[in-house]
């Protein structure tokens, strides 16, 4: 299936009437924060050899600190960008690393207004009819990211599908599924962390609420940058600054060559010393939990540094040899988002 991307005109979201008990922060207290490439070298322990590899436009790894759970894989990865922060901020005004992404197949964007037609792009198809039938069995377990609640909605619709026919049947399953697509998004839009349901497993169910607090809390980066767009994303929602645009995207990706529904929030943060993009993905169809993305651009001589961290949990990885492999994988990914985006900004 090629990548289809369903467009909608540019819109600027704020949730101005919920939570507003915090101030508004203003562009220059944002400023006031921004470090300069050369502080975030000293923070991330970037040697002068990363450094200089770094200015012959190579791709280095840094650190991101320990894992706070035995299912989070973090990586970090900087690169130089002939390209100031504003026009790669403006970059992502229009454009998201998923639009480079190859795996995915079809992407979305979802607006305050929207109801489950903004998903009705995200279907099975009839060679994707397995991954139907296996929703109408769900179960507790790790094969779906399901609450209870969806485990027991899809069982009321295999009872009402027991004649269908193949057609029929995709149809179904994937029109209910937009149904549980636009439910996550209006309760998280609306609540934030705390409106995220768990993930039922066998055994201990999957607090999302934990996952992404706790990757927002210990994310060096997005404290270095901005520790008032830290505060704002832990407290979300609520009141961003002036200079900030959120958007929120569903998507389509390949995942253990899967079908995955993906749903994103994303915010820009744009101030004339740098510009960062926060990304996390709050709900995920399978095989991983949850991920939480930071993209931070600052001036460097003719251009940019941009620092990349992607921190993502998962029940999958149980031993060290695991972990290893998944973390190599996530790497792999990062170069490749990376490297399209210098690729796009060229012709941008």
């Known amino acids: 299936m090629g990548k289809s991307v369903i467009s909608y005109p540019m819109r600027v979201v704020f949730l101005w009437f919920l939570l507003g008990q915090m101030p508004l922060l203003s562009a220059t207290e944002v400023a006031a924060s921004t470090p300069t490439?050369?502080?975030?070298?000293?923070m991330l322990k970037l040697d002068r050899d990363k450094v200089a590899d770094l200015e012959r436009g190579k791709i280095v790894t840094f650190e991101t600190g320990e894992a706070t759970t035995q299912k989070e894989l973090m990586m970090g990865l900087s690169m130089y960008l002939p390209s100031s922060p504003?026009?790669?901020a403006v970059f992502f005004k229009h454009k998201d690393l998923a639009t480079i992404d190859q795996d995915v197949s079809a992407l979305g964007e979802i607006f305050p207004q929207s109801g489950v037609d903004a998903f009705k792009e995200f279907v099975f198809t009839h060679e994707q009819s397995n991954e139907a039938r296996n929703l109408l069995a769900v179960t507790a377990g790790d094969q779906f990211n399901l609450s209870a609640e969806e485990i027991d909605s899809f069982a009321s619709l295999r009872e009402?599908?027991?004649?269908?026919?193949?057609a029929a049947l995709v149809t179904s399953v994937s029109q209910h599924y937009q149904q549980i697509l636009l439910q996550r998004w209006q309760a998280y839009s609306k609540h934030g962390l705390a409106g995220l349901a768990p993930?039922?497993?066998?055994?201990?169910?999957?607090?999302?609420?934990?996952?992404?607090?706790?990757?927002?809390?210990?994310s060096k980066l997005l404290a270095h940058f901005s520790p008032a767009l830290q505060k704002v994303w832990l407290n979300y929602p609520t009141q961003l600054p002036a200079n900030t645009e959120e958007r929120f995207f569903w998507l389509n990706r390949q995942?253990?060559?899967r079908p995955t529904a993906i749903l994103s929030?994303?915010?820009v943060l744009t101030t004339d010393a740098a510009s960062v993009i926060i990304t996390r993905q709050f709900f995920v169809g399978h095989s991983y939990n949850s991920s939480h993305l930071i993209l931070g651009c600052l001036p460097y001589r003719d251009g940019s540094i941009v620092f990349y961290t992607h921190r993502t949990s998962t029940d999958q990885v149980t031993n060290s040899l695991k972990r290893s492999i998944g973390r190599q994988r996530i790497k792999q990914q990062m170069i490749k988002n990376l490297q399209g985006l210098r690729t796009a900004l060229e012709s941008f």
């Open 37 to 42: 490439a050369d502080a975030i070298f000293t």
């Open 86 to 88: 504003v026009k790669l």
């Open 160 to 166: 009402k599908l027991t004649d269908a026919d193949e």
């Open 199 to 218: 993930y039922v497993r066998k055994r201990a169910d999957v607090n999302l609420v934990d996952e992404l607090r706790i990757a927002a809390a210990n």
């Open 255 to 257: 995942v253990q060559n």
């Open 265 to 267: 929030h994303r915010i």
